[in-house]
T-cell receptor, first 114, second 111 residues
Framework: SAVISQKPSRDICQRGTSLTIQCQVDSQVTMMFWYRQQPGQSLTLIATANQGSEATYESGFVIDKFPISRPNLTFSTLTVSNMSPEDSSIYLC???????????FGPGTRLTVL | DAKTTQPPSMDCAEGRAANLPCNHSTISGNEYVYWYRQIHSQGPQYIIHGLKNNETNEMASLIITEDRKSSTLILPHATLRDTAVYYCIVREYSSASKIIFGSGTRLSIRP
């Protein structure tokens, strides 16, 4: 398994500002994933981040809005840029470990944009 | 789009077995069935996975039909702490594969 921490756990932000969310893993992993969970909804994959390469974004998500860094094998950041109230969600990171691709998730960052 | 179909909600009495069904009629031969759950306000938790054989671990059992078009997650003795949204996911195990979450089943355990 993997132990994953996220910072901040929650934040309230003003429209037009940006927030950077940190994800720290207790062991080295190749792939890290960022998800968004809007209120009352399921999880939606934003992007996949491999160390040393550009993140791969899913349809509907762009790098200018959600820039991602992956400086090493245990850490990643997701920035939510130029926020609007529609960005109010829980943002989760996850990593893949185990013999058959099991994913382990962080506790999430609850973002409210006013 | 998610490749699975689950009932939106179920309930179960505490201490009884909770049986959560999942349909995945378009599953391909190299795709696994994974189950995760999400307890309120927490990140999803991996439960179990299988390819074609039934699997059991300390949390649950997974029964996959012979044609692999459906499966059932069994929580043998449900407790109030098992109240969560349960997600059934089919996915090819490869470094390029990704998890697509459907809407899941909201399981309520009644005392």
């Amino acid at each position: 398994s993997a132990v994953i921490s996220q910072k901040p756990s929650r934040d309230i932000c003003q429209r037009g500002t940006s927030l950077t969310i940190q994800c720290q893993v207790d062991s080295q992993v190749t792939m890290m994933f960022w998800y968004r969970q809007q209120p009352g909804q399921s999880l939606t994959l934003i992007a996949t981040a491999n160390q040393g390469s550009e993140a791969t974004y899913e349809s509907g998500f762009v790098i200018d809005k959600f820039p991602i860094s992956r400086p090493n094998l245990t850490f990643s950041t997701l920035t939510v840029s130029n926020m609007s109230p529609e960005d109010s969600s829980i943002y989760l990171c996850s990593v893949e470990k185990g013999d058959h691709g099991e994913q382990f998730f962080g506790p999430g960052t609850r973002l409210t944009v006013l | 789009d998610a490749k699975t179909t689950q009932p939106p909600s179920m309930d179960c009495a505490e201490g009884r077995a909770a049986n959560l069904p999942c349909n995945h009629s378009t599953i391909s031969g190299n795709e696994y069935v994974y189950w995760y759950r999400q307890i309120h306000s927490q990140g999803p938790q991996y439960i179990i996975h299988g390819l074609k054989n039934n699997e059991t671990n300390e949390m649950a059992s997974l029964i996959i039909t012979e044609d692999r078009k459906s499966s059932t997650l069994i929580l043998p003795h449900a407790t109030l702490r098992d109240t969560a949204v349960y997600y059934c996911i089919v996915r090819e195990y490869s470094s390029a594969s990704k998890i697509i979450f459907g809407s899941g089943t909201r399981l309520s355990i009644r005392p």
